[in-house]
T-cell receptor, first 113, second 115 residues
Framework: DQQVKQNSPSLSVQEGRISILNCDYTNSMFDYFLWYKKYPAEGPTFLISISSIKDKNEDGRFTVFLNKSAKHLSLHIVPSQPGDSAVYFCAASRPFAGNMLTFGGGTRLMVKP | NAGVMQNPRHLVRRRGQEARLRCSPMKGHSHVYWYRQLPEEGLKFMVYLQKENIIDESGMPKERFSAEFPKEGPSILRIQQVVRGDSAAYFC?????????????FGPGTRLTVT
């Protein structure tokens, strides 16, 4: 039972344009959401997070939006840069669950120069 | 200022051997998590430890796998009698005592290949 899903395995975007990565979840107990970026042969790197009490969080070029009623979150990258090319994972956690993160399957973003 | 360190980075074992994966958390972090990533999949939680305590091992296979985080030294993930299906990337993450945020910081991973 996949509680966090990233339905787009890959996304290709032109440099300078907006990249939008999507994530859906099924467990309404999740109260904290995170995005990680991963390059090949490296560990995931934390990008940005959002608490369920908010609907938006922004950090530089990265903005995460949360729609609780739709159980959907998205990561916007503006403007996209070739160095953003990586696999992006969304993850979620819930209270009193040992702080474990539940990850989606990842979306491979390719930013073309 | 070292981040999360894992060694070895690559480990090759024959079926039936034991694999030991080590993880040193970031300085000041007392919470360690292990995740496994199979090819073309996301990361799957295995176990959550604090010093000398296993807090949550709900993602750990019941047999052959064990984890520890001793008072001194790194956290160890041990896989006994490895099988081909254990081939994966194993990532360790650490965090300070969790508050309202659950950011975990990951090491570079150990890629285990079972031949």
């Amino acid at each position: 039972d996949q509680q966090v899903k990233q339905n787009s395995p890959s996304l290709s975007v032109q440099e300078g344009r907006i990249s939008i990565l999507n994530c859906d979840y099924t467990n309404s107990m999740f109260d904290y959401f995170l995005w990680y970026k991963k390059y090949p042969a490296e560990g995931p790197t934390f990008l940005i997070s959002i608490s369920s009490i908010k609907d938006k969080n922004e950090d530089g070029r990265f903005t995460v939006f949360l729609n609780k009623s739709a159980k959907h979150l998205s990561l916007h990258i503006v403007p996209s840069q070739p160095g953003d090319s990586a696999v992006y994972f969304c993850a979620a956690s819930r209270p009193f669950a040992g702080n474990m993160l539940t990850f989606g399957g990842g979306t491979r973003l390719m930013v073309k120069p | 200022n070292a981040g999360v360190m894992q060694n070895p980075r690559h480990l090759v074992r024959r079926r039936g051997q034991e694999a030991r994966l080590r993880c040193s958390p970031m300085k000041g972090h007392s919470h360690v998590y292990w995740y496994r990533q199979l090819p073309e999949e996301g990361l799957k939680f295995m176990v959550y430890l604090q010093k000398e305590n296993i807090i949550d091992e709900s993602g750990m296979p019941k047999e052959r796998f064990s984890a520890e985080f001793p008072k001194e030294g790194p956290s160890i993930l041990r896989i006994q009698q490895v099988v081909r299906g254990d081939s994966a990337a194993y990532f360790c993450a650490s965090s300070p005592p969790p508050t309202t945020g659950n950011e975990q910081y990951f090491g570079p991973g150990t890629r285990l290949t079972v031949t």
